[in-house]
């Protein structure tokens, strides 16, 4: 899938105004195999690769991988619950790191809440088969 077509997913949620209700993964930590994330408006399956970040989307709960744990308390999550997410887009070209070609993702940013209101940027990295989550100090 190419970085344009994974970023649809979350541009169609940007567009509609959706909000996070949950984040899981398989575990706890700064970095995961597997990330699912639930907006009011549907489920986002995130992995990592050898081609950098693969999103698809997840019709219903029976699609996301089996035995998911909660994140909603653990940091950065805790402070992004039922936040509308405003923006996405690739990162790291800036510094290089997403310069693989037009059909890789190595990095991708989010914004949750609008810039005029406090808003928290998400940091999602493609860290060999794993993703690497961190929230960007402002």
């Avoid at 997913?9 to 990330?35: D, K, P, Q």
């Avoid at 310069?99 to 860290?127: H, Q, T």
């Amino acid at each position: 899938m190419s970085k344009m077509a994974d970023l649809e997913n979350f541009e169609r949620i940007v567009s509609a105004g959706g909000r996070i209700l949950r984040a899981e993964a398989e575990r706890t930590g700064a970095t995961c195999e597997v990330l699912a994330l639930t907006f009011d408006l549907g489920r986002i399956v995130i992995r990592s690769g050898d081609e950098g970040l693969s999103i698809t989307q997840a019709a219903d709960r029976g699609e996301l991988p089996e035995e998911l744990i909660a994140l909603d308390e653990e940091d950065p999550w805790w402070r992004l619950m039922g936040q509308p997410l405003t923006a996405a887009w690739p990162g790291g070209v800036e510094e290089g790191v997403g310069a693989r070609g037009l059909n890789s993702l190595m990095v991708l940013k989010m914004r949750f809440r609008e810039e005029s209101d406090n808003p928290r940027i998400l940091c999602l990295e493609a860290a060999g088969r794993s993703v690497r989550v961190s929230l960007e100090a402002m």
